[in-house]
C-alpha cells in the first residue's frame, strides 16, 4: 500500500464549476500538507501549504486537513480553463535534525472546459 | 528574485553512461532535494543536502550521488545509466531556519532521456 493515495483521474468539469481533490495517506506522522500545480512538461508549483488540521484558503483554493480520518481535500471554486493542470498533493513529517522530505500522490489530472 | 533554476532542460544519454545535472536554489534557500518524477507518477524523493551534507535519502541506489556547494547549489550524478533511469529529475529548495519544515519551490526539471 503506498503511503499517499490520489485519485489519477483524469477529472473534467465545466468552467465555473467547485472543483474537489482529494488524497488520503497512512502514515500518521505526516504534519505539513501541500497541494502542488503542474502544468504538462513543468516543474510543480506551490499552491497551498498547510501545518496540522483545519483549514486554508486563498483565493479560490481552499485547502482542508483531516488528520484523523487521515484526509485532504482541495477545493477550486469557479474554475478556469487556466486551471487546467495535474494536482499533486505532497505531506511531509518532522523528523529529528531537520528535513522537510516530501512523500507524493500521483497526482490528479484536471481539464476544465469551456 | 529568481526562482530555482536547474540545467540543461534536456538532455539524452546512452545506457551506461554518467550524467551530471545542476541546480541553483531559490535567493534565501539553503536546502536542496533532487526528486525523480516518472510519467504519470508523482515526484520520489532521492536525497536532501544541507550545509553541504546529504541529510536525507529515498529508496535509490548508490548510483545516484550528490552534492552541495558553499553557494548552496547542488549537482545530481547518475551513473551507469539504464533505461529505467529516463524521468523528470526536479530539484526543490527550502529554508532550513529554525528546523521547521518550510516549503518546498520546484525548478523546470531537468528531462533525462536514455537510450
Known amino acids: 500500500q503506498k503511503e499517499v493515495e490520489q485519485d489519477p483521474g483524469p477529472l473534467s468539469v465545466p468552467e465555473g464549476a467547485i472543483v474537489s481533490l482529494n488524497c488520503t495517506y497512512s502514515?500518521?506522522?505526516?504534519?505539513?500538507f501541500m497541494w502542488y500545480r503542474q502544468y504538462s512538461r513543468k516543474g510543480p508549483e506551490l499552491l497551498m501549504y498547510?501545518?496540522?488540521?483545519g483549514n486554508k484558503e486563498d483565493g479560490r483554493f481552499t485547502a482542508q486537513v483531516d488528520k484523523s480520518s487521515k484526509y485532504i481535500s482541495l477545493f477550486i471554486r469557479d474554475s478556469q480553463p487556466s486551471d487546467s493542470a495535474t494536482y499533486l498533493c505532497?505531506?511531509?513529517?518532522?523528523?529529528?535534525?531537520?528535513?522537510?522530505?516530501?512523500?507524493f500522490g500521483t497526482g490528479t489530472q484536471l481539464k476544465v472546459e469551456l | 528574485d529568481a526562482g530555482v533554476t536547474q540545467s540543461p532542460t534536456h538532455l539524452i544519454k546512452t545506457r551506461g553512461q554518467q550524467v551530471t545535472l545542476r541546480c541553483s536554489p531559490k535567493?534565501?534557500?539553503?536546502?536542496v532535494s533532487w526528486y525523480q518524477q516518472a510519467l504519470g507518477q508523482g515526484p520520489q524523493f532521492i536525497f536532501q543536502?544541507?550545509?553541504?551534507?546529504?541529510?536525507q535519502r529515498g529508496n535509490f541506489p548508490d548510483r545516484f550521488s550528490g552534492h552541495q556547494f558553499p553557494n548552496y547549489s547542488s549537482e545530481l550524478n547518475v551513473n551507469a545509466l539504464l533505461l529505467g533511469d529516463s524521468a523528470l529529475y526536479l530539484c526543490?529548495?527550502?529554508?532550513?531556519?529554525?528546523?521547521?519544515?518550510?516549503?518546498?519551490?520546484f525548478g523546470q526539471g531537468t528531462r533525462l532521456t536514455v537510450v
Open positions: 535567493s534565501g534557500h539553503d536546502t
Open positions: 526543490a529548495s527550502s529554508w532550513a531556519g529554525t528546523q521547521m519544515n518550510t516549503e518546498a519551490f
Open positions: 543536502y544541507y550545509e553541504e551534507e546529504e541529510r
Open positions: 505532497a505531506m511531509s513529517a518532522r523528523v529529528t535534525g531537520g528535513g522537510n522530505k516530501l512523500t
Open positions: 498547510t501545518y496540522s488540521s
Open positions: 502514515n500518521s506522522a505526516f504534519q505539513y
